[in-house]
């Protein structure tokens, strides 16, 4: 198996540290027991290097040999061709597992981002706008949530559709947003509740701290 490098910044804030997306590729890494290493692009100074392997100046991107991904979706799809135990090996589960990662990105997280933004920035609430975007969320957790109290994983045994569609939900739920959604916010903490992803958890908060210290 080729070399497996995961890059992500080497500092940011204090806000965004357990959410910043290296984490999705951290846990799918660390279910998959896939060896990989963590390499680390500047935060402050994002030059021609870093916008080779990410056109937004985000991260991550994940490298596999000569290959160089960007986007959670695309680095989970690719590790999940390369170990059962993130992806189905049949063509309903992978055509399934495929759908869920679609919806948690789509249909999901495009409802959930404006809504935890406008949360995290303490926007109003009594406005026309804030009841756009609540409502909006509302709607899709109104449908996600009888998917999610019938089974325990969205297509049969976990998968990266899983990571995903639990780190997006765990945002909304991090604002109190699935009080009302009591099978999502299950859903969430028997993910969460997964060693994996509490490894993967840790990891990346130790990351930023080792930064915090260096920067000192």
């Not at 963590?38 to 916008?51: E, I, K, L, N, T």
């Amino acid at each position: 198996m080729a070399d497996l490098t995961l890059t992500t910044f080497n500092w940011v804030p204090q806000a965004p540290r357990g959410f910043v997306r290296d984490l999705r590729v951290r846990w799918a890494l660390e279910e998959a027991d896939l060896p990989y290493r963590v390499a680390s692009a500047p935060f402050d100074d994002r030059g021609a290097a870093h916008f080779a392997h990410q056109p937004f100046g985000q991260v991550p991107w994940l490298t596999d040999g000569d290959l160089s991904i960007f986007e959670t979706g695309a680095i989970l799809l690719h590790l999940g061709g390369l170990s059962a135990k993130l992806m189905p090996t049949d063509p309903r589960g992978r055509t399934e597992t495929t759908e869920w990662v679609f919806a948690a990105l789509n249909s999901v997280e495009m409802a959930s981002l404006p809504w935890g933004m406008s949360k995290f920035m303490g926007h109003p609430t009594d406005t026309a706008a804030w009841k756009f975007v609540d409502d909006f969320l509302k709607l899709r957790l109104k449908h996600l949530e009888p998917v999610l109290a019938s089974r325990e994983w969205l297509a049969g045994s976990f998968s990266v559709a899983d990571i995903l569609m639990a780190d997006v939900l765990r945002v909304v739920d991090g604002f109190d947003g699935l009080a009302d959604s009591p099978a999502c916010r299950a859903y969430v903490a028997r993910a969460t509740g997964r060693p994996a992803f509490i490894k993967a958890h840790a990891d990346q908060m130790a990351h930023f701290a080792a930064a915090d210290r260096a920067r000192s």
